[in-house]
């Protein structure tokens, strides 16, 4: 009997251990399923998916410091070289919905200029999150962007810190201008190859560059950007051309500059003056832009270049 009790009390005992972890293993269940649930989306949030459409965006992004989180931009966004070596998702305003969507971003952020409005209504279908960075050609719309794309990807510190640095960076740039005794007539020409070539007239980004450095633009007569005519240029009598890099390579070189309908008869042709700047830095309105405006009043104005 003894030996019948204790043979018993020790199968009890093999079997107990089991009994009393399986409501731990239960636990232990619910707590790797609350992870599943729980947690890993609020990795996901703490480390997004970026696809950045418009070099002035892609550059905000990567001076915010989120430049890891980004993983792919547009054909604008050259500016740092890590997002030049990116893979892109076709330019801002030929964008496809496909390419985007294969790469399964959680957010993105897209240039005011991005379209067609039919992709970013595809993206919005498909239930992605897509948000346009508004800002105008000026101090003001820059530090809007830069403040728009912080509260974005919760980095608005940053964002302050930037703003804070890109003013010091103008005030500095506009005590310099200040300084000119010039103020030359600037024709701002963009080409694309010998079939476009326009100029720029005010409310333009050309325009509200020349007027930082001060500088006049030659073009007063229109808005926007017109086809360039022999007539136009003539009346424009600019003392300066500007033009984007790009541009002047599409031509042919500097030396096709001169060549261009009515640019023989002009002040910049006589003395064969022509500005040429890297596309995003002139025009992008970005962190750079104080530092832009500094480059190109020296420019425009031989005597801040002279001066120590």
Same mark, same amino acid.
């Given at each position: 009997?003894?030996?019948?009790?204790?043979? &018993?009390?020790?199968?009890?005992?093999? &079997?107990? %251990?089991?009994?009393r972890?399986? %409501?731990l293993?239960?636990?232990?269940?619910? !707590?790797?399923?609350?992870?599943?649930?729980?947690?890993?989306?609020?990795?996901?949030?703490?480390?997004?998916?970026?696809?950045? =459409?418009?070099?002035?965006?892609? @550059?905000?992004?990567? /001076?915010?410091g989120?430049?890891?989180?980004?993983?792919?931009? +547009?054909?604008?966004?050259v500016?740092?070289?890590?997002?030049? *070596?990116?893979?892109?998702?076709?330019?801002? &305003?030929?964008?496809?919905?496909? $390419? !985007?969507? /294969?790469?399964?971003?959680?957010?993105v952020?897209?240039?005011?200029?991005?379209?067609?409005?039919?992709?970013?209504?595809?993206?919005?279908? /498909?239930g992605?999150?897509?948000?346009?960075?508004?800002g105008?050609?000026?101090?003001?719309g820059?530090?809007?962007?830069?403040?728009?794309?912080?509260?974005?990807?919760?980095?608005?510190?940053?964002?302050?810190?930037?703003i804070?640095?890109?003013?010091?960076?103008?005030?500095?740039?506009? +005590? @310099?201008?200040?300084?000119?005794?010039?103020?030359?007539?600037?024709?701002?020409?963009?080409?694309?190859g010998?079939?476009? =070539?326009?100029? *720029?007239?005010?409310?333009?980004?050309? +325009?509200?560059?020349?007027?930082?450095? $001060?500088?006049?633009?030659?073009?007063?007569?229109?808005?926007?950007?017109?086809?360039?005519?022999?007539?136009?240029v003539?009346?424009?009598?600019?003392?300066? !051309?500007?033009?984007?890099?790009?541009?002047?390579?599409?031509?042919?070189?500097?030396?096709?500059?001169?060549?261009?309908?009515?640019?023989?008869?002009?002040?910049?042709?006589?003395?064969?003056?022509?500005?040429?700047?890297? +596309?995003?830095?002139?025009?992008?309105?970005?962190?750079?832009? $104080?530092?832009?405006?500094?480059?190109?009043?020296?420019?425009?104005?031989?005597?801040?270049?002279?001066?120590?």
């Amino acid at each position: 009997m003894r030996s019948t009790a204790f043979a &018993r009390r020790g199968r009890r005992s093999e &079997r107990r %251990p089991f009994t009393r972890l399986s %409501p731990l293993l239960y636990l232990g269940g619910e !707590v790797l399923l609350f992870a599943l649930l729980v947690l890993a989306p609020v990795q996901a949030a703490e480390s997004p998916r970026l696809v950045t =459409v418009g070099g002035d965006v892609t @550059e905000i992004a990567y /001076a915010l410091g989120a430049g890891d989180q980004v993983v792919a931009a +547009d054909t604008s966004s050259v500016y740092p070289a890590a997002a030049a *070596a990116l893979p892109k998702v076709g330019y801002q &305003r030929q964008l496809a919905a496909e $390419g !985007v969507l /294969a790469l399964t971003p959680t957010l993105v952020l897209v240039s005011d200029e991005a379209g067609p409005p039919t992709t970013l209504a595809q993206l919005r279908d /498909a239930g992605m999150r897509v948000e346009v960075i508004e800002g105008d050609d000026s101090q003001q719309g820059a530090a809007q962007k830069v403040r728009r794309i912080a509260a974005q990807l919760h980095r608005e510190a940053a964002g302050e810190a930037l703003i804070s640095a890109m003013q010091t960076s103008l005030a500095a740039a506009a +005590d @310099e201008r200040a300084r000119a005794k010039t103020a030359p007539r600037v024709l701002f020409i963009y080409a694309r190859g010998a079939g476009t =070539v326009m100029v *720029a007239g005010r409310t333009t980004p050309a +325009d509200a560059m020349i007027t930082l450095a $001060g500088a006049r633009n030659a073009i007063e007569e229109f808005d926007g950007f017109k086809p360039l005519t022999a007539a136009a240029v003539v009346a424009a009598q600019p003392d300066v !051309v500007l033009m984007l890099s790009r541009g002047v390579d599409s031509l042919g070189g500097a030396a096709a500059i001169w060549t261009q309908p009515g640019l023989a008869q002009t002040p910049a042709a006589a003395v064969h003056r022509l500005v040429t700047m890297d +596309d995003l830095y002139l025009l992008g309105f970005g962190p750079r832009l $104080g530092e832009a405006v500094r480059d190109l009043a020296r420019q425009l104005h031989p005597e801040l270049a002279a001066a120590p």
